[in-house]
C-alpha cells in the first residue's frame, strides 16, 4: 500500500477535485454542505475519506457523480475526471462518463440492487448497456467477475434475488457490479457499515485485493477509523464541510496534527483498552450546524489549543511536510499528544477488587427464548403439523455480580437483543431459569410486580425513536418518577431538575420537544429516565452504537460515572469489541442463541480463546499503530437460526474444527480460570497455546513492513 | 401552535382552501343577521324565479328565498358534517387502536367486523339506520359517522402497527403502564398527522354524504333547509329553473374544494419542511 501518487508525479491523477463547494436550497434557506474541499486520487491509490455525520463526505461523493437531488447545487470549485472537467459537461456525457469509468458502490447493499431482478440480470446490465456486449458475453464476465470477488457458488448467485442472498453476499454482488467495467475511479460510501465485524473483514480483505489487481482509484468515505486504517493510503479528515488534514495514513495514526484529528483518535477507545487504565476523552461541543458557522477556523470552539488568531482568521490548507496538508494556524506547535491517555484520576473508578467481591445479583440457568415462525402451510395455519421456531436463545448461563458491568457482544443473529428483551419481559422466556434479587424473571412485563418493574430498566439503541415525539423531555423523565409513586407530582419537577443535571444537560431541556435535541442528547434523556426508578439493573442494548464516536465517549463516561455513583449493575450488550472491551468488567460472546466463551474482560481478549473470539478479535479494524493484529479469517455467513447446526453451533466457520467431535456433540464448558469459562472441544492446554491475536510492537515497524507487501 | 401554523402561511394552496372554508364559516355564523328574507316564508308570486333586484340568487318552488336557505343551509352542514367526522373518528380510532396494538384474535374480530360494514353499499347502509331509526338530525349523524368508521379504523390500525414498533412504546411497557394508556397516550398522538388529514377529507365527504341522504329524501326532514334536499327539490324543475340546482350544488362543491385545497397544501408544505 504505498502512495503511488508520489510514485508518478507526472501522471493525471484520475480524480482532482479543487475547493469543491456544494449548496443545499431548502425552504430554510440554503444550507452550504461542503465549503473547500480539494484532493486527489492517483491510478492505485485509495483515498480515504473519514468525518462524522452532517461533515459533508456523501455530499462530495455524491456531487462528483452529480447525484445530488434536485436541491443540492455544486457552487464552486472544479471536479477534473482524468483531465476532464465535469462541471458543466452536458448531462448526457457525463451519465455515459459515470456509467462506464466511474463506480458506486453504496452502503446498504439491499438498498442498491433492486429486488425484482435477478442478480444475474443485474450484473449483466451493466455490460450490454454501457460497452454492447452480447448476452452470452456479458454472462461470462460476470461469472467471472463474481468469482474474482470470492462468492460462492456464482453460477447459482447468478439465478437468485437479492433478498435471497446474505448481506455479505450482497455487498459482493454489489463490488462486482461496480467493478465489471473495469472503472478507473470507485467511491464506495461506507461499503461494510451494515455488515458484522467478521464479514466485513472479507470484504476489507476484497477491496485490498482489487484495487491491487485493477488499480482503480478509489475514495473511501467512512466514520471508522479503523477501517480507514485498513484500506487507506492517504487519510483526507472532513470537518463541517471542509478538509483539516489530508496526509499519508502513517501520518495521521502515528502524528496526527490537526486538533479534531486527535481529538477523534482520542475518543476512541482501541481495542485492548480497559476503563481502568485509559479514560476516553470526548469533544466538547458540537458539530456547527452548516447555516451557523463559526467566524474564523470552524473549530475553534472545541479546540484545546484556540488562541485568539483562530476566532478572527480563517485558516486555510497548507503543506506542512512532505505529503501533508493541515488547515490550522498553529499545526507547526502542536506536537503529536496523541495517545497520551490520562490514567482514572478522571474516572474515580472503585478499585478492581471491590467489584470483584460482590455478590452475584443476577443468574440465568439454560436461559432459552424463541420465536415462533408463522405457518408456512396449509396445516400450519389451522394449527395442525410441526411448529418450526428460530432459536433465537438456546441455554444460556450467565453470572453478573452487584455494581459490576457484564458485556455481551456478537454478530447479528447471535440472540444478545433477545436475551436483552427477556430478561426485561419484553420477550417470554421458555425454558430455564433467569434469577435477579430474589425474583424470578420468567414472567413477561405485562405480569410482573411494580417493584420488579422498576428495579430493571432498559436503554436502546436507537436515539430517534426512544423518546416520544409528542412530549416534551421534562414529562418525558417525569412520568417515571411519579409513576411508581416514588416522588409526589407536586415535586416531579425537582425531580426531572435533578436527573437532567446527572446526565450532565442543562434545566432548560426539561421544556424540549426531543426533535429539537441531538442524537447524544437524546440518549442522554433516555438514561435519565431509565434511571428515574433507581434501578438495580440497567440493561443497555447497543446504546451508543448509532451515535457518532465523539458523542459515543460522552455517552460511556456518562454511564460509567453513573455506575460510579449509584452501583448499578448493567449489561451492556454491543456489536463492536473495543468498546465492550473498554467498558465491561466481564465480557460474554455469543453465537447463534448460545455462549461460546465468558468470563473477565482481560481474559477474553488474551489466550486461551474460543476459536470465534479468536475470529472476531482478528476481524476488528483497529486503528491503532502500536498494534499487531493476526490475521485469522472466519469464512462464509452467520447460518440460520431456524436450523442451526448439529453440534457446536460454529463448526461449519470454525478455523481450528478438529472433526467430527464437532459436527456431532455441543461442547463442553470448560473452566479456563475462576470466572473463565469457554465452550470448545478442542483441549485447554492446546488454547493455551495459541498466540495472542494482539501484540504491541513498534509503529514504525509495522507500517515498514506494510509498505514492503 | 404559532409554528404549527407557519406551514399553512407558506401554502398559496392552503391559503386559497381556507380562506373559502372561512368563508362559509362567517356566512353561516354572521349571514342569517344579514339576510333579509327569512327562508321559510314562502313568496307565491315569485316561484322559480332567477335572480332579481329582491332575490340576488333567485327562489325556489315555493317562493323561498335562495340565498337564505343557502345561508341557513351552511349552518346545518357546517354542523352536522364535521360532528359525524368526529364521532367517526372517535369509534374508529379506538377500533383501529385496539386492533393494531392487540393484534391476534382481537385483530380478526375487529377487521372482519369492519369488512361486514365495508361490505354493504353506503347508500344502502344509510338506508337501513334511517329507515330504522327515523329520519332526524341526530341520525343522519350517526348514519354518516358509521359510514366513516371502517375507513379510518383501517387507517388507525395501520399507523397503530407501525408506531408499536416504537422504542419508546417498549419504554412505557417497562414502566408497567397499561394498554389504555400506551393506545391513547403513547402511539395515538403520534398518529395524529395523518389522522387529521384523512378527518379533513372525510368532512368533505360528509357534506356530500348528508346532501346524498338529502338527495334521496332520507335527510333532515323539511322544511329546515339543507344543502343536500334543496338539490333534491329544485332537481325536478331544473329544466326551467337551473338556479334551484345550481347554487346549493355549487355551496357544497366549493366547500369541499376549499377543505381539499387547504388539506392538500398543508401536506405539500409539511413534506417540503421534514425533508
Excluded at chain 1, 484520576?345 to 478492581?352: C, E, G, K, R, V
Excluded at chain 1, 452475584?360 to 415462525?373: L, M, S
Excluded at chain 1, 455494581?403 to 417470554?428: R, W
Excluded at chain 2, 390500525?157 to 393506545?183: F, N, P, Q
Aim: charged letters at 20%; hydrophobic letters at 40%; glycine letters at 8%.
Amino acid at each position: 500500500m504505498n502512495s503511488k501518487l508520489t510514485d508518478r508525479p507526472n501522471e493525471t491523477p484520475v480524480l482532482e477535485i479543487q475547493h469543491l463547494a456544494i449548496t443545499y436550497e431548502t425552504l430554510k434557506g440554503n444550507i452550504p454542505a461542503v465549503q473547500d474541499v480539494s484532493f486527489a486520487i492517483g491510478r492505485g491509490e485509495t483515498l480515504g475519506i473519514v468525518g462524522e455525520s452532517g461533515c459533508g463526505k456523501s455530499s462530495v461523493a455524491f456531487g462528483i457523480v452529480d447525484f445530488l437531488g434536485r436541491n443540492g447545487k455544486i457552487t464552486g470549485g472544479s471536479i477534473r475526471f482524468k483531465g476532464q472537467e465535469l462541471r458543466g459537461m452536458p448531462a448526457r456525457e457525463l451519465r455515459q462518463l459515470c456509467g462506464s469509468q466511474i463506480s458506486m458502490v453504496y452502503q446498504d447493499p439491499m438498498q442498491a440492487l433492486n429486488p425484482a431482478l435477478r442478480v444475474g440480470d443485474q450484473l449483466m446490465e451493466v455490460l450490454i448497456d454501457h460497452q454492447e456486449a452480447a448476452k452470452e458475453e456479458a454472462r461470462e464476465e460476470s461469472v467471472s467477475m463474481l468469482r474474482q470477488v470470492h462468492m460462492p457458488d456464482p453460477e447459482q448467485v447468478m439465478e437468485r434475488f437479492p433478498h435471497q442472498l446474505s448481506g455479505g453476499q450482497q455487498q459482493r454482488a454489489l463490488i462486482a457490479m461496480a467493478l465489471l467495467n473495469r472503472p478507473a475511479l470507485l467511491i464506495a460510501d461506507e461499503p461494510t457499515t451494515a455488515l458484522d465485524v467478521t464479514v466485513e473483514a472479507t470484504v476489507l480483505d476484497l477491496f485490498d485485493e482489487l484495487s491491487q489487481e485493477f488499480e482503480t482509484a478509489t475514495m473511501y468515505i467512512s466514520h471508522d477509523m479503523g477501517v480507514i486504517a485498513r484500506v487507506a493510503d492517504r487519510v483526507g479528515v472532513l470537518y463541517a464541510g471542509e478538509i483539516v488534514e489530508l496526509a499519508p495514513v502513517r501520518d495521521i495514526f502515528l502524528n496526527p496534527v490537526h486538533p479534531y484529528t486527535q481529538a477523534l483518535i482520542r475518543c476512541v477507545p482501541q481495542l485492548g483498552e480497559s476503563k481502568e487504565t485509559c479514560c476516553l476523552q470526548p469533544i466538547r461541543g458540537r458539530v456547527p450546524s452548516p447555516k451557523a458557522l463559526p467566524e474564523g477556523c470552524f473549530f475553534a470552539p472545541r479546540c484545546d489549543y484556540a488562541r485568539n488568531a483562530c476566532q478572527r482568521d480563517h485558516p486555510l490548507l497548507r503543506t506542512i511536510n512532505r505529503g501533508s496538508l493541515v488547515r490550522c494556524h498553529y499545526a507547526e506547535d502542536i506536537v503529536g499528544g496523541v495517545c497520551q491517555r490520562t490514567r482514572e484520576a478522571d474516572l474515580n473508578l472503585s478499585p478492581q477488587e471491590t467489584r470483584e467481591d460482590a455478590e452475584v445479583i443476577f443468574q440465568t440457568r439454560g436461559a432459552k427464548t424463541y420465536y415462533e415462525q408463522e405457518a408456512q402451510s396449509l396445516l400450519g395455519m389451522l394449527g395442525l403439523g410441526e411448529k418450526n421456531y428460530v432459536k433465537a436463545l438456546d441455554g444460556v448461563d450467565l453470572e453478573v455480580k452487584k455494581g459490576n458491568t457484564l458485556g455481551i457482544v456478537g454478530e447479528s443473529g447471535c440472540g444478545k437483543s433477545t436475551l436483552a428483551k427477556t430478561i426485561v419481559g419484553l420477550e417470554s422466556l421458555r425454558e430455564g431459569q433467569i434469577k435477579f434479587l430474589d425474583y424470578d424473571l420468567s414472567e413477561t412485563v405485562e405480569d410482573r410486580d411494580l417493584e420488579l418493574i422498576r428495579e430493571i430498566q432498559m436503554v436502546f439503541q436507537n436515539p430517534d425513536s426512544t423518546l416520544n415525539p409528542s412530549y416534551k423531555v421534562g414529562r418525558q423523565i417525569g412520568r417515571p418518577l411519579t409513576r411508581f409513586g416514588s416522588v409526589k407530582p407536586s415535586e416531579a419537577e425537582q425531580g426531572v431538575k435533578r436527573l437532567l443535571h446527572a446526565v450532565r444537560l442543562d434545566e432548560s431541556y426539561a421544556n424540549r420537544y426531543p426533535r429539537q435535541l441531538s442524537g447524544g442528547e437524546k440518549q442522554r434523556v433516555a438514561v435519565a429516565r431509565a434511571l428515574a426508578t433507581r434501578p438495580s439493573m440497567l440493561v443497555c442494548d447497543e446504546p451508543v452504537s448509532s451515535l457518532d464516536v465523539s458523542v459515543q465517549a460522552a455517552v460511556l463516561n456518562l454511564l460509567l460515572d453513573l455506575q460510579e455513583e449509584t452501583q448499578t449493575t448493567m449489561l451492556f450488550i454491543a456489536h463492536d469489541l473495543s468498546v465492550v472491551r473498554y467498558f465491561s468488567d466481564s465480557v460474554a460472546v455469543m453465537y447463534l442463541g448460545k455462549l461460546c466463551e465468558v468470563g473477565p474482560a482481560d481474559a477474553i481478549y488474551a489466550p486461551p480463546y474460543h476459536p470465534y473470539t479468536e475470529g472476531l478479535l482478528s476481524a476488528v479494524p483497529t486503528p491503532n499503530p502500536s498494534l499487531e493484529q493476526k490475521r485469522i479469517r472466519v469464512t462464509g455467513e452467520v447460518p440460520s437460526a431456524l436450523n442451526p447446526p448439529q453440534g457446536c453451533r460454529f463448526h461449519t466457520r470454525c478455523p481450528r474444527k478438529i472433526g467430527a467431535i464437532c459436527e456431532e456433540q455441543e461442547p463442553p464448558a470448560v473452566h479456563a480460570g475462576n470466572t473463565h469459562t469457554i465452550y470448545c472441544h478442542i483441549p485447554l492446554q492446546e488454547l493455551r497455546e495459541v498466540e495472542p491475536v494482539l501484540t504491541q510492537i513498534d509503529a514504525d515497524r509495522k507500517f515498514a513492513a506494510d509498505t514492503q507487501d | 401552535m404559532l409554528e404549527q401554523l407557519t406551514p399553512i402561511l407558506a401554502s398559496k394552496k392552503a391559503l386559497v382552501g381556507l380562506g373559502i372554508v372561512l368563508f362559509w364559516v362567517l356566512a353561516a355564523s354572521i349571514g342569517p343577521f344579514l339576510v333579509p328574507h327569512d327562508p321559510l316564508h314562502q313568496n307565491p308570486d315569485a316561484i322559480n324565479s332567477g335572480p332579481s333586484a329582491k332575490h340576488w340568487l333567485g327562489t325556489d318552488d315555493v317562493g323561498r328565498d335562495l340565498l337564505a336557505r343557502i345561508i341557513y343551509g351552511a349552518r346545518r352542514t357546517l354542523i352536522l358534517a364535521p360532528l359525524s367526522v368526529l364521532i367517526a373518528l372517535m369509534i374508529g380510532a379506538t377500533l383501529g387502536l385496539v386492533g393494531g396494538y392487540f393484534g391476534g384474535t382481537v385483530d380478526e374480530l375487529v377487521m372482519r367486523l369492519l369488512d361486514a360494514f365495508m361490505a354493504i353499499p353506503t347508500v344502502l347502509l344509510y338506508l337501513i339506520i334511517i329507515s330504522s331509526l327515523g329520519a332526524s338530525a341526530l341520525n343522519v349523524v350517526l348514519a354518516v359517522a358509521i359510514g366513516g368508521v371502517p375507513g379510518i379504523a383501517r387507517l388507525v390500525r395501520g399507523l397503530t402497527l407501525d408506531i408499536r414498533t416504537r422504542e419508546y412504546v417498549s419504554a412505557a411497557k417497562l414502566r408497567g403502564e397499561g394498554a389504555l394508556y400506551i393506545m391513547f397516550l403513547e402511539i395515538l398522538p403520534n398518529a395524529r398527522g395523518p389522522i387529521m388529514v384523512d378527518a379533513m377529507l372525510r368532512v368533505g365527504y360528509a357534506v356530500f354524504a348528508i346532501g346524498t341522504l338529502g338527495y334521496l329524501g332520507l335527510g333532515l326532514p323539511p322544511p329546515l333547509p339543507d344543502w343536500g334536499n334543496m338539490v333534491q327539490r329544485a332537481h325536478a324543475f331544473i329544466f326551467s329553473n337551473a338556479w334551484g340546482v345550481l347554487w346549493p350544488a355549487l355551496a357544497i362543491s366549493s366547500f369541499v374544494v376549499g377543505l381539499n385545497l387547504f388539506v392538500d397544501g398543508w401536506q405539500q408544505i409539511n413534506r417540503r419542511y421534514r425533508g
